[in-house]
Every structure is written in structure tokens, then in C-alpha cells.
């Protein structure tokens, strides 16, 4: 009989596409349960997965009389289900995951790190955050941060002790499957019947966002920028593929009255494919305040495009400067505006990151090998007594 394994997100989305493939490939080898909030979302994944599902009600936002109902309903499902690892990630699932495992006498109780939102927030808030992060950490019996700098983070921190924390593979939650995300797949009539339903001309350069749109990921700076650069080019267009969060991380106003009116500003909202778009692109700008290992970066570079992105971790190690991407200073409207600028004038350069960009995500990021090391990662597990 297989071992149960729980793999607990927020939310759905988080489990469907920051996890793709991953829940149904562990299922040959264990019992996966996916637990995540938005039952309707949950079970249509399950279906989809093959694999199955426990609602459990969650809020990204600070909610602490929900968070202990659902610590609590988690606690009574993992002491029915005797789960032999309970693997969580995002930080409210993290929370109330590993607080309800160890609750529950979980032997094994692993949280992925895929981002720290708390670095952007002071005062009380921060203090709080901080003492909900080491409470998380200490929780777990081991924690994977997805990338090498985000490690670093945590360390300086003081998060949790260094024998708990470990990367796995080169970084990378879920790596990246460079077969579905390949150019080659594109034809140039597909290609052009995209671009003139958006109304992208045949000499446009185009630069690309995808993500949320919020102040976080650097849209305000970067949409600036663009404006900026049309000054002195007309031939631009920015695309931008992702829904906006006002609740929670709103653009300042300007940024979305620009948003709306500039003609050579496309936004076409969240979509489930966003591969037909990157292949339209010529760059993609990415200059996000904080990540834990951007997919989004490596998407692109399988889909063969150079990026610019902020000097922050997994950013700046998927990137290397002047060899896949241009890498700049975060909150920077200046430094977006010239690398911007540089992707189009310096068409060499921009060619020869073009050409390298790619294999440089093949031969690091491969899905399977991220796969692998997680799987060998929880085989470690079966050997230890509980």
C-alpha cells in the first residue's frame, strides 16, 4: 500500500500551475492529497490530477480566526488520514499546515520557500510576519527554499537553523517542462494571427509582462519606463498577461490610467496559456521586488527570449548578465528604461541572448530533474524511523 503524502497551497491555482505536473508524477510513487482552499477549483484539479482533495478554507490575508478553525479541521483530517509527509507551501498554508502536522504527529513536515512577501512590509506588520515565518519554520522538520539566495535570506534572518534548510536540484519549485514551453510549436501564421488581433505591426519590438499586476512586481516603474522609451521610439508595445489584485497590492492610479489609454499598452488579463504571447514577444521585463524562483522567467527563456529582471534571488540565477538577460537595480525606473532601451538599440547583444536563452534553461532547469530531487528528497524519509 502506497505512503500518504498531503501537498497543501492557498489556493488552487498555486497547486495547478506553480506545481504543474508534479502532484500526478508523486502519485505513481505515493498517495498524494492535494488540500487548498476554493472546493469548486479544488476538485475540478483533482479530477483533472487524478489524485485526491481535501477543501480547507484559506485566506492570503491576515485572518486569524479563520487560520485557527482551519488548523483545526486540518489537525482531525491528518489524525484520520495518517499522512506520512505533509509538504506545504505559501505562507499561509504553510502555517497552518505545519502548525496542524505537528499537532497531528506528522513525522515529516517539509515547507517550500518560494518568495517572502514580508520583505516589503515595516512596523508592527513586519514583526508579526517575521514571528509567523520562524513559528512556520520551526514547525517544520525540514524547509526547501527555491533558490540559493532566498536561502541566504532566510539565514541572515534568522529564520530557522541551517541544518533544517536545503535547495533542491539548482533551484526551482517545480523546474520547467521544455517541451510544452518551446517556440517551435508556434507557427509564424500563428504568430501573426495573434499580433493583429492585438494590433502589434510587423516592425513592433515587443516587450512582455507576465504576472500579477500589482505595485509588488514592479508594473508602476516599468509601465513608467515604456512611456519613457516611446518618447524616442513609436515602433514599441508593451504586453502586458495578468489581472490586477487591487485588494491586496493595488498600481498607483497614473499607472492605470496609463494602463488604459496608451494604445501601445496591451493588456489582455489573466490567461491559462500564456506561451501564444511569449511567442509574439521580442523581451521580457521583469522587474519584480522580491521572488522566491520565478517560473514565469524560466517560461520565457524556454520560449527563447532574453529577460530583464531585478537583482534579486532566483532572478539573478537564472539570469546571467549579457549572456540571457540584462539584470538591474529594484525600483528603478531609470534602469528599466535604459536596459529597455538597450534590448532595442544594441540588436546584437539582444540577438546573442536571444540565441543563448533557451539551453541555458534546458540545461539547468529541466522539470524532471527537479522532480527527481524531490522525489529522491522524500525516499530519504522512508528510512527514518518515524
Known sequence: ?????????????????LLSGQLQFMSSFYKVIAVSAQK???????????????PLEMTRKITPFKDVFAVIKLYFFLKKTRPFIVHSHTPKAGIVGMLAAKLAGVPHRLHTVAGLPLLEVTGIKRRVLDAVEKFTYGCATMVYPNSFGLKKIILDNNYCDSKKLKVLANGSSNGIDTAYFNPELYTEEQNLRLENELGIQTDDFVFIFVGRLVKDKGINEMVSAFELLQKENSSLKLLLVGDYENDLDPLNPKTVESINTNSSILAVGFKNDVRPYLAIANVLVFPSYREGFPNVVMQAGAMGLPSIVSDINGCNEIIIEQENGLIIPVKDEMAIFLAMKKMVTNSSLTSKMKDNSRQMIVSRYEQKVVWEAILSEYRTFESLKE
Do not use: A
Open 1 to 17: 500500500m502506497k505512503q500518504k503524502i498531503i501537498r497543501i497551497t492557498t489556493v488552487p491555482i498555486s497547486l495547478e500551475k
Open 40 to 54: 469548486e477549483n479544488l476538485e475540478r484539479l483533482g479530477k483533472k490530477q487524478e489524485i485526491e482533495v481535501f
